[in-house]
């Protein structure tokens, strides 16, 4: 007469039983149990990864790295996947895959617990994956150097190899309004493509005359840049919202010269006269001075279009001020103008003790043809008179 049977075992006891297995130190029993779990349930993330832990205290770490990949063929972002493999490369003596795969789990410490095993395998991630960085950076150093020993690279390839180095990420326009397709970027546009540029700087000590004496007499023109009406979401706005610490003295606006603006700035109009700038109807062109006052920083952001980009002309830039167009921090000079990419992520501060004032004019991107010109002109006004904007207080952006 043969005995009742064995009660059968579920998922939960035998993760039960493995745990305890692990806590006094029989990794062996606690693999085999995990092994049976996995039989029954084999699609659950968590099993693979305990069972990897538990091949892991048993010294199997070729089994282990097989377990935790299951777990990540499930989940590719778990982070808790992503850590184990990376702890477990580097008990493998992979320092190279180790600190790629520490990076990847870096991504997502988001979903970290916050207890002291896991800050202290967080702060060995890190500490792995900067010497990984500084590692390949050096490596991709070394094969510049070696494929162009003179050192003097180009913009274009000073930029691919930081970025291939991890040293900068890489920056895309991200319009806010409009996205015209097909047209090359650059962070800041070569002056080769600018022909007009050198005569406009030519009148930097004109504009910025007629800017200081406008400055004395009608102080009061400068408006705050950034003056959202209630209801308008201003995110990164909110200290500079209404506030003259970054105002600005409009010479053209949404495509009108400013009735001021003959009498107060005609050789600045003259200057402006020489840009190709944009004719939307209601839009553009625009001009302004900029000022921006001392202790003062211009927040990350991206501009609306990328069918026109923005000028700079500096003309009162005193120590401490700084602009960054994507990955390409540049510090103005005096009467040295550059056009750039609003709609790639920018940001400028004044950390000195004295105004920057620079003039900011639009032109058409000049990667835009006639008809490209058009049919975008086209298009914005029919979204303008849909909408019922005729003045530029109603609308959502300037162009």
């Given at each position: 007469m043969t005995g009742p049977a064995p009660p059968t075992r579920n998922v939960f006891d035998l993760s039960r039983d493995a745990r305890q297995a692990l806590a006094m130190g029989d990794a062996g029993r606690a693999v085999s149990l995990l092994r049976q779990a996995l039989d029954m349930?084999?699609?659950?993330?968590?099993?693979?990864?305990?069972?990897?832990?538990?091949?892991?205290?048993?010294?199997?770490?070729?089994?282990?790295?097989?377990?935790?990949?299951?777990?990540?063929?499930?989940?590719?972002?778990?982070?808790?996947?992503?850590?184990?493999?990376?702890?477990?490369?580097?008990?493998?003596?992979?320092?190279?895959?180790?600190?790629?795969?520490?990076?990847?789990?870096?991504?997502?410490?988001?979903?970290?617990?916050?207890?002291?095993?896991?800050?202290?395998?967080?702060?060995?991630?890190?500490?792995?994956?900067?010497?990984?960085?500084?590692?390949?950076?050096?490596?991709?150093?070394?094969?510049?150097?070696?494929a162009d020993p003179s050192g003097a690279l180009n913009p274009n390839a000073r930029r691919f190899r930081d970025f291939a180095a991890g040293r900068t990420r890489l920056y895309r326009p991200e319009p806010s309004t409009y996205l015209y397709p097909g047209l090359p970027s650059y962070e800041f546009y070569p002056r080769e493509l600018t022909p007009w540029i050198e005569r406009f700087e030519t009148f930097t000590d004109l504009v910025r005359g007629e800017l200081e004496a406008a400055m004395a007499t009608h102080p009061h023109l400068f408006a705050p840049y950034v003056d959202e009406p209630p209801g308008v979401p201003v995110d990164q706005w909110k200290e500079l919202n209404h506030s003259l610490r970054w105002s600005a003295l409009q010479v053209i606006r949404a495509g009108e010269r400013q009735s001021y603006a003959p009498d107060l700035f005609p050789r600045t109009l003259e200057a402006l006269a020489l840009l190709p700038q944009p004719d939307v109807a209601g839009r553009t062109p625009s001009a302004m001075f900029s000022a921006l006052h001392p202790r003062t920083k211009i927040p990350p952001h991206t501009g609306v279009s990328n069918a026109r980009l923005v000028v700079h002309l500096p003309l009162i830039v005193p120590p401490g001020c700084g602009f960054r167009v994507g990955s390409e921090v540049r510090a103005w000079e005096v009467g040295k103008a550059w056009v750039f990419d609003d709609t790639i992520e920018h940001e400028a501060w004044n950390d000195g003790d004295e105004l920057r004032v620079i003039l900011i004019a639009d032109i058409w991107n000049m990667f835009m043809t006639e008809e490209d010109r058009r049919v975008y002109a086209g298009v914005v006004s029919a979204i303008d008179a849909f909408h019922g904007w005729t003045r530029p207080d109603q609308r959502q952006n300037d162009l």
């Open positions: 349930e084999p699609a659950s993330t968590g099993l693979w990864l305990n069972y990897a832990a538990a091949l892991r205290q048993s010294g199997d770490i070729p089994a282990a790295l097989v377990a935790v990949d299951q777990a990540l063929t499930l989940e590719p972002r778990a982070f808790a996947a992503l850590l184990m493999k990376g702890a477990l490369l580097e008990r493998a003596g992979d320092d190279v895959e180790a600190g790629r795969f520490y990076g990847l789990a870096l991504l997502f410490k988001d979903a970290a617990s916050d207890d002291a095993a896991t800050r202290a395998a967080l702060q060995r991630a890190e500490a792995v994956n900067a010497d990984y960085r500084r590692r390949m950076a050096e490596a991709v150093d070394a094969g510049v150097a070696a």
